[in-house]
T-cell receptor, first 113, second 115 residues
Framework: GENVEQHPSTLSVQEGDSAVIKCTYS??????FPWYKQELGKRPQLIID?????GEKKDQRIAVTLNKTAKHFSLHITETQPEDSAVYFC????????????FGDGTTLTVKP | GAVVSQHPSRVICKSGTSVKIECRSL??????MFWYRQFPKQSLMLMAT?????????EQGVEKDKFLINHASLTLSTLTVTSAHPEDSSFYIC???????????FGPGTRLLVL
């Protein structure tokens, strides 16, 4: 089955700096890659996603890049703010909408003011 | 739009009792729902995938007789933890996916404590 590895497990940055979280996946048939943000005590929420036919996607301060050949994708957060502090999960899904997503182990991001 | 509710938010029960957790999609029809278990500071561990009107598909290592899942309608799935024991204490989160989307939307989770 699909295996998703996420690095780093913890990341601490100064406010205003950029943060990068990387994930690799094992199944080359994976075609959908969402990123979720989970604040303490709250539900995971989708922040950005990318499909396998796209190499990069940007939404304001957040961007995701995908390298299908290398089977890795990354989350980039620029101009970080304290409210960006949370746990971030990447995921990869094979096949259709009915398929399940495999999640990475999460990255705890701390943005120091 | 795309709101998922979960009830109860917190439950404390005695060892040996059964607990039912409900997951509802409030403003969309969810052809697929997922149940996860999350330990402190850890990732989301998928327990099972349920499709409306059919039996749930359980992940390896998850006891289907202990964690009963019912997806009786397009807006409701239930997880029943049968004969709960202290090691079942955890945070259980459901998610639901609209039939027309790739995105899954998470419920707020249920904190289960078995004494």
């Amino acid at each position: 089955g699909e295996n998703v590895e996420q690095h780093p497990s913890t990341l601490s940055v100064q406010e205003g700096d950029s943060a990068v979280i990387k994930c690799t996946y094992s199944d080359s048939a994976s075609n959908y890659f969402p990123w979720y943000k989970q604040e303490l005590g709250k539900r995971p929420q989708l922040i950005i996603d990318i499909r396998s036919n796209v190499g990069e996607k940007k939404d304001q301060r957040i961007a995701v890049t995908l390298n299908k050949t290398a089977k890795h994708f990354s989350l980039h957060i620029t101009e970080t703010q304290p409210e960006d502090s949370a746990v971030y999960f990447c995921a990869a899904r094979v096949g259709t909408n009915a398929g399940k997503s495999t999640f990475g182990d999460g990255t705890t991001l701390t943005v120091k003011p | 739009g795309a709101v998922v509710s979960q009830h109860p938010s917190r439950v404390i029960c005695k060892s040996g009792t059964s607990v039912k957790i409900e997951c509802r999609s409030l403003d969309f029809q969810a052809t697929t729902m997922f149940w996860y278990r999350q330990f402190p500071k850890q990732s989301l561990m998928l327990m099972a995938t349920s499709n409306e009107g059919s039996k749930a598909t359980y992940e390896q290592g998850v006891e289907k007789d202990k964690f009963l899942i019912n997806h009786a309608s397009l807006t409701l799935s239930t997880l029943t933890v049968t004969s709960a024991h202290p090691e079942d204490s955890s945070f259980y989160i459901c998610s639901a996916r609209p039939g027309t989307e790739e995105t899954q939307y998470f419920g707020p989770g249920t904190r289960l404590l078995v004494l």
